[in-house]
T-cell receptor, first 113, second 110 residues
Framework: DQQVKQNSPSLSVQEGRISILNCDYT??????FLWYKKYPAEGPTFLIS???IKDKNEDGRFTVFLNKSAKHLSLHIVPSQPGDSAVYFC???WGTGANNLFFGTGTRLTVIP | DGGITQSPKYLFRKEGQNVTLSCEQN?????MYWYRQDPGQGLRLIYY???????QKGDIAEGYSVSREKKESFPLTVTSAQKNPTAFYLC?????????FGSGTQLSVL
């Protein structure tokens, strides 16, 4: 049973525009959420995270929004750049440690120059 | 340079053969993990270890084995019991909930 879902397998955006990647979760115990970025044949790299006590976290061009009532989070990239083209994984955890970390299936973002 | 080193980058397994994937870290993290990624799927946890000489099964441990004799090393053996071993394997270590990944090993069956 997939506890973290990314329903859009792919997304294409023009360079300079906003990219919005979405993620839904089912387990109300999740209290920490992360986004990872992955290039082909490489390991994922941590991008940004948010605790359940917040509804927004910003880091440069990247902002994550959390809507706990809807069990939904989103990653906004503004402005999008060609180097942002990658697969983005949403992940959610509860408690301490990463052994309770659950990943979504990923969204492939393509930024068109 | 601190990080996670996985080797080899590509590995081929023959029918009935056991193969071992290497993972070394110099980040001084206590916890280490093995994940499997299949096309169009998220990362699934195979095994994890929170301390030397201790490890726990993840969601898909069948057909795999691990050891944790040193803090720096967490090798994964894909045994002949794993009937569908073709996948991209990722090793990671963690600081709290944040995972730091290696560059992965692509395992294919000959």
């Amino acid at each position: 049973d997939q506890q973290v879902k990314q329903n859009s397998p792919s997304l294409s955006v023009q360079e300079g525009r906003i990219s919005i990647l979405n993620c839904d979760y089912t387990n109300s115990m999740f209290d920490y959420f992360l986004w990872y970025k992955k290039y082909p044949a490489e390991g994922p790299t941590f991008l940004i995270s948010i605790s359940s006590i917040k509804d927004k976290n910003e880091d440069g061009r990247f902002t994550v929004f959390l809507n706990k009532s809807a069990k939904h989070l989103s990653l906004h990239i503004v402005p999008s750049q060609p180097g942002d083209s990658a697969v983005y994984f949403c992940a959610a955890s509860w408690g301490t440690g990463a052994n309770n970390l659950f990943f979504g299936t990923g969204t492939r973002l393509t930024v068109i120059p | 340079d601190g990080g996670i080193t996985q080797s080899p980058k590509y590995l081929f397994r023959k029918e009935g053969q056991n193969v071992t994937l290497s993972c070394e870290q110099n980040l001084n993290h206590d916890a280490m993990y093995w994940y499997r990624q299949d096309p169009g799927q998220g990362l699934r946890l195979i095994y994890y270890s929170q301390i030397v000489n201790d490890f726990q099964k993840g969601d898909i441990a069948e057909g795999y084995s691990v050891s944790r004799e040193k803090k720096e090393s967490f090798p994964l053996t894909v045994t002949s019991a794993q009937k569908n071993p073709t996948a991209f394997y990722l090793c990671a270590s963690s600081l709290n909930e944040k995972l730091f990944f290696g560059s992965g090993t692509q395992l294919s069956v000959l």
